[in-house]
């Protein structure tokens, strides 16, 4: 499962296990190394990913039914700086210190870090502030560069933010910044005849799970 959907996925998990008699057991890392593992044979039953094309890849080499893909949330993409007063804008990355570091996920390997590398793109601000990047395996490891103090601030999830207890100060990214990031569900082969996995892909879809997904900072499907 995507980094990213960490906090709202065990919120799910609690309801979807308090309504059906079955237990969820999750994994959460970057979309890419999931990838690649369920390439190499992971026993995985559900791919939770944070993006469209990684679920298609595995429809593509018959890896998940073809049936099963589904937009479960969108993301949104926001800049945190917890040390900085507000307000945080595109200016920040121009007006900060040299000695600041800018956290984000592996574009290679994590969509969100994708959607970061579009954002420095879109504001011309790329090749400036290459030398300052830190990159994490997935979004969560650029969360914790932040909240270590290892990144002065970083490109997170807005999910992130808002389950953070000192929300601090942050800029939502304008979605025309990036690429939607539209994230994807799909039942691998290995689950097709897992009735528990079956049941929480059909639970993902109810307006119960997207008013939890909501909560979370993720826009609707």
Sequence with gaps: MAANFSAPIKALVE???????HTVTVSTGSSGKFYAQI?????????????????AALIQDKLALSTSQFTYAVGRLALWAPQHTPPIT??????QTPYTKIALANPKLAPYGNAAMEVLHHL?????????????ENVAQAYQF??????TMGFIALSQVKSNQDKSTYWLIPE??????K?????????KNNAAAMAFLHFLKTAKAYAIIKDF?????
């Design 176 to 181: 025309t910044f990036h690429s939607s990031i």
């Design 217 to 221: 900072g993720y826009g609707p499907p």
């Design 90 to 95: 595109k200016h920040t990355l121009l007006t």
């Design 146 to 151: 932040v909240n270590t103090g290892n990144a």
């Design 124 to 136: 011309s601000l790329k090749d400036q502030t290459r030398p300052l990047w830190v990159l994490g």
């Design 15 to 21: 309801e979807f296990e308090q309504h059906f008699n």
């Design 39 to 55: 390439r190499h044979g992971a026993p995985f039953d559900v791919f939770l990913s944070a993006d469209t094309e990684k679920p």
């Design 183 to 191: 994230q994807n569900a799909v039942l691998l082969n290995h689950g």
